[in-house]
Nanobody, 125 residues
Framework: VQLQASGGGLVQAGGSLRLSCIVSGRTFSTTTLGWFRQAPGKEREFVAAISWSGSTTRYTDSVKGRFSISRDNAKNTVYLQMNSLKPEDAAVYYC???????????????????WGQGTQVTVSS
């Protein structure tokens, strides 16, 4: 299984980025997909997740209304559209794939079996 994340970079506060993650080696269409992030000196934290069908999404409170997660099952790709970026959004962003039982469990790192290598997001103030 491989997850290849891309799309990170340097952006000014208030700007936008779109992260992408291509998944290979597992049944994409039945997999829950999530994005997590880790800032220097901090623990990895949940950002957003989407169900296999795309009908259910969940976000951490700090990104609600600014970030949007989506998926394209035909392309085995999950996206994270990030708008109105703030300096506190700066982190390495990781995509993750798992057979998560319910949206209640989406924020739990242990629910995801496979992880990408991460892509750096830097936000200048």
């Amino acid at each position: 299984v491989q997850l290849q994340a891309s799309g990170g970079g340097l952006v000014q506060a208030g700007g936008s980025l779109r992260l992408s993650c291509i998944v290979s080696g597992r049944t994409f269409s039945t997999t829950t997909l999530g994005w997590f992030r880790q800032a220097p000196g901090k623990e990895r934290e949940f950002v957003a997740a989407i169900s296999w069908s795309g009908s259910t999404t969940r976000y951490t409170d700090s990104v609600k209304g600014r970030f949007s997660i989506s998926r394209d099952n035909a392309k085995n790709t999950v996206y994270l559209q990030m708008n109105s970026l703030k300096p506190e959004d700066a982190a390495v962003y990781y995509c993750a794939a798992g057979s998560v039982r319910d949206s209640y469990y989406y924020p739990l790192i242990r629910e995801y079996e496979d992880w990408g290598q991460g892509t750096q997001v830097t936000v200048s103030s």
